[in-house]
T-cell receptor, first 116, second 114 residues
Framework: ETGVTQTPRHLVMGMTNKKSLKCEQH?????MYWYKQSAKKPLELMFVYSLEERVENNSVPSRFSPECPNSSHLFLHLHTLQPEDSALYLC???????????????FGAGSRLTVL | SQQGEEDPQALSIQEGENATMNCSYKTSINNLQWYRQNSGRGLVHLIL?????REKHSGRLRVTLDTSKKSSSLLITASRAADTASYFC??????????????FGKGTHLIIQP
């Protein structure tokens, strides 16, 4: 385990369902991230949170809704998804970049999402 | 942050051989990081090299950085089957904000043949 835990590890949902992905870190980090990894594509940075404030949203469709209630938890709420949204969703955390300027990310194991 | 481009896209070698993969990027950086991803898992940070460093070692890993050519290389010596994975570089320039997501390319998929 890396210190970043993602649940569930696998999720199958229909296009009309509503589900959530959860990420939890116990590293004392202040920044958290959602990435999407589809087959044959580079990782896509979806959302960035710093001290629970969303600082980046890379043109992600509104059917993906992030929530960061505190610096240890990050959620990705999913609703009315499309089959092309099937992918591995990765959560990561890091100390605030301003502290060291290094911004090393620690990733969770991912949530494999299949949309039918 | 900018995206690095890894080369080659795929590499297959015999166990015990050395594996070299390259990364190119476009603009100035503070540091460059390399990550490994085993199939279907999250990325794992391997090594970070700062812009004022030319070479860095960690176990069987050797990373070089040439800022004049905007390129980096990752060498894995005496490869093992467990090194089979995808490898990604992440060039990073601190923007002054509280958090910057790293941007990754498609990676180099390394296969170690027994």
């Amino acid at each position: 385990e890396t210190g970043v835990t993602q649940t569930p590890r696998h999720l199958v949902m229909g296009m009309t369902n509503k589900k959530s992905l959860k990420c939890e870190q116990h590293l004392g980090h202040n920044a958290m991230y959602w990435y999407k990894q589809s087959a044959k594509k580079p990782l896509e940075l979806m959302f960035v949170y710093s001290l629970e404030e969303r600082v980046e949203n890379n043109s992600v469709p509104s059917r993906f809704s992030p929530e960061c209630p505190n610096s240890s938890h990050l959620f990705l709420h999913l609703h009315t998804l499309q089959p092309e949204d099937s992918a591995l969703y990765l959560c990561a955390s890091s100390p605030r970049a301003g502290y060291s300027g290094a911004n090393v990310l620690t990733f969770g194991a991912g949530s494999r999402l299949t949309v039918l | 942050s900018q995206q690095g481009e890894e080369d080659p896209q795929a590499l297959s070698i015999q166990e015990g051989e050395n594996a070299t993969m390259n990364c190119s990027y476009k603009t100035s950086i503070n540091n460059l990081q390399w990550y490994r991803q085993n199939s279907g898992r999250g990325l794992v940070h391997l090594i970070l090299i700062r812009s004022n460093e030319r070479e860095k070692h960690s176990g069987r890993l050797r990373v070089t950085l040439d800022t004049s050519k905007k390129s980096s290389s990752l060498l894995i010596t005496a490869s093992r089957a467990a090194d089979t994975a995808s490898y990604f570089c992440a060039p990073y320039m601190y923007s002054g904000g509280g958090a910057d997501g790293l941007t990754f390319g498609k990676g180099t998929h390394l296969i170690i043949q027994p």
